[in-house]
């Protein structure tokens, strides 16, 4: 189970609108989050983070962790609040089997809308070389592919957090 929103799609700890989370995370990125840290970042809130521990927990996930073209940053970020959210009886097993449950859900998800869940795969280019940043920055993939991928990644997460959400 995972702890979501109120019936009213707020959060009961800040009031805040679910899609403010998304508002929030598209809002910083690039300005000056990586996808990592805008994930981050717009769901602080949710999760009672201060921006600033956000924004370092998320800060090596970009370029698919470090630039190593593995999974997309913003799918990350999801990923570990996902893990904060998880919640189950007792011990620490039924919490991380819950976790694991709603990671692969998530990935499902994101790869329905996108193919993948690795940068390498969604840019098209190896972002950890300087000829694939130059070549990513040439072809705007950081300004036109990017956002969708935190912007979806965010969708999904709030729908799953809300999904979960006792009525």
Request: aromatic share 6%.
């Amino acid at each position: 189970m995972l702890m979501g929103l109120d019936a009213r799609n707020r959060d009961p700890a800040t009031g805040e609108s679910a899609m403010s989370y998304e508002e929030k995370a598209l809002e910083v990125f690039g300005k000056p989050c990586n996808c990592g840290q805008a994930i981050m970042v717009g769901f602080a809130p949710r999760f009672g983070l201060e921006p600033e521990l956000a924004r370092g927990l998320g800060r090596s996930l970009g370029g698919g962790l470090g630039r190593l073209g593995l999974v997309c940053g913003a799918v990350s970020a999801a990923m570990i609040l996902l893990g904060l959210a998880s919640e189950a009886p007792g011990e620490e097993h039924p919490r991380r089997d819950a976790s694991y449950r709603a990671v692969r859900d998530f990935a499902a998800r994101f790869r329905e809308l996108h193919g993948a869940i690795d940068c390498r795969t969604l840019l098209g280019v190896e972002v950890g070389s300087e000829e694939g940043q130059a070549e990513a920055k040439a072809r705007g993939l950081f300004v036109n592919r990017c956002p969708l991928f935190v912007r979806d990644a965010a969708r999904i997460l709030t729908g799953m957090l809300d999904e979960k959400a006792p009525a």
